[in-house]
């Protein structure tokens, strides 16, 4: 069961970043911090691969259950990193990016968590370490971190950006879970 959890969730990482590098051609040019297409999203890549090979091969915690659970999470988190994605058009950029001509997206995932896609991403990551290797949660606490650090920097951004309606839409909404943070 372990080996085909684990070619489900390569070929789904796979896919996603594939559909993930395809859409980010439609984004608007970005400025400043994270704005390298290729750089930023080779080292995602990387770390998404590293990170995969490290929990397949350290094999399944031989629990039906639990893997179910983290392949349930995998899916909701991909699909709803997708649906941000989508919501947010060409508006998304690398974490920590400006765009030009930015917009404020308040809509879809956008009007209960400012920063969906982080979420969904970090959920199918805890959904792949759940399936596959508890020792996975441990990349996965770092790479929250820097989606935490990202948010913030993020935030920042959006308050000089758009100083009369991100306070308010920030008051009104959780960074990454819904009615908690």
Partial sequence: ???AIGIVLVI???AFWL???GAAGGAKPAQGRGAGYWGTRIVVLVVNAVFLRFTISHGASGQVWLAGIGLALW???LALAIWARLYIGS???SPMSKNDDPELVTTGPYHAIRHP???GIIVAMIGTSLATSLYGLIAVAVLG???VYSALTEERNMAETFPDTYPPYKASTKMLIPHVF
């Fill in 75 to 77: 899916v909701a988190g």
């Fill in 145 to 147: 971190g820097f989606f």
């Fill in 12 to 14: 789904g990482w796979v």
């Fill in 91 to 93: 508006n998304w950029g």
């Fill in 117 to 119: 896609i982080y979420t």
């Fill in 19 to 21: 559909y993930w590098l």
């Fill in 1 to 3: 069961m372990h080996g």
